[in-house]
Nanobody, 116 residues
Framework: QVQLVESGGGLVQTGGSLTLSCAASKSLASFNAVAWYRQAPGEQRDLVALITNSSSTRYADDVKGRFTISRDYDKNTVLLEMSNLKPEDTGVYSC??????????WGQGTQVTVSS
């Protein structure tokens, strides 16, 4: 069973920055892809950023140019660097790891709140 633990969330002012981390219990080389999702209150969980085992990335349109997803293989950690934060970025950010053909694993989520 793959365990994912997110950290780094908190309260930040508009225009500020936060870096979220997703620590995995297994080597990042074990995963086909790792992604960050965001769920705002009363809304469904949507993809924010994704990185594959070949280092290709994908971002939601509203975070392009502001968020960067990356991997630290030595620490078995996937990072989400968030800059120029907006109130619309507020939500619970969850880490998802895919390791085909096994079911996807999810972390517990970390709250990000951006104040005006």
């Amino acid at each position: 069973q793959v365990q994912l633990v997110e950290s780094g969330g908190g309260l930040v002012q508009t225009g500020g920055s936060l870096t979220l981390s997703c620590a995995a219990s297994k080597s990042l080389a074990s995963f086909n892809a790792v992604a960050w999702y965001r769920q705002a209150p009363g809304e469904q969980r949507d993809l924010v950023a994704l990185i594959t085992n070949s280092s290709s990335t994908r971002y939601a349109d509203d975070v392009k140019g502001r968020f960067t997803i990356s991997r630290d293989y030595d620490k078995n950690t996937v990072l989400l660097e968030m800059s120029n934060l907006k109130p619309e970025d507020t939500g619970v950010y969850s880490c998802k790891a895919d390791r085909w053909p096994l079911p996807a694993s999810w972390g517990q989520g970390t709250q990000v709140t951006v104040s005006s």
